[in-house]
């Protein structure tokens, strides 16, 4: 199912997997001053998250809309030429990105997607965050790595 050459694909995801980006710095930066620690980049785990909350049995995927192709987001739209050629490339990074997903799953992690559009409102998107990693309460012992002590 992979029509790409290794030249080409491999040129593709140094694209799409440049780091540093303005989006993922902003993700990293709202995560700090919400106060959770994290990681970046664990390049021993699938898809290289861009982020990674030990604590929290979870990764991270700061994600393009296009490059990605959010469902439904305008951000996503084909290009009006080259169509078939964009489609093509695009399924197959989608196709990937889900693919990474489920083996990061199969190894116990929670993965949460932040879109690049879901940038726009700080406020939403905290609140996602924080629904997704909700904070620990000092009451109760923490819950990490209790598989690990089995
Ligand atoms: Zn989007």
């Known amino acids: 199912m992979d029509t790409f050459s290794p030249q080409k694909r ?3 995801m140094a694209r799409v997997k440049s780091r540093d980006t303005g989006p993922e710095k902003l993700v990293r930066s709202l995560l700090h001053a919400m106060g959770y620690r994290f990681r970046l980049c ?3 785990l699938p898809g290289t998250p861009d982020i990674v909350l030990p604590r929290y049995g979870t990764v991270m995927f700061v994600h ?3 490059w990605h192709q ?6 996503a739209k084909l290009p009006a030429t080259n169509t078939d050629f964009w489609q093509k ?3 197959a990074n989608k196709k990937r990105d ?3 997903a489920e083996e990061l799953e199969e190894l116990g992690w929670k993965v949460l997607v932040i879109w690049e559009c879901e940038l726009k409102n ?3 998107l905290c609140e996602h965050i924080r629904q997704c990693l909700p904070n620990e309460r000092k009451d109760s012992p ?3 790595m209790s598989e690990n002590h089995r």
């Not at 959010?70 to 951000?75: E, F, I, S, T, Y």
């Open 89 to 91: 490339k695009l399924t």
């Open 122 to 124: 700080r406020e939403a």
């Open 142 to 144: 923490a819950p990490h």
């Open 42 to 44: 664990r390049k021993d």
């Open 10 to 12: 491999s040129s593709v």
């Open 70 to 75: 959010h469902d439904g987001c305008k951000r």
């Open 64 to 66: 393009g809309c296009f």
């Open 98 to 100: 889900a693919r990474i």
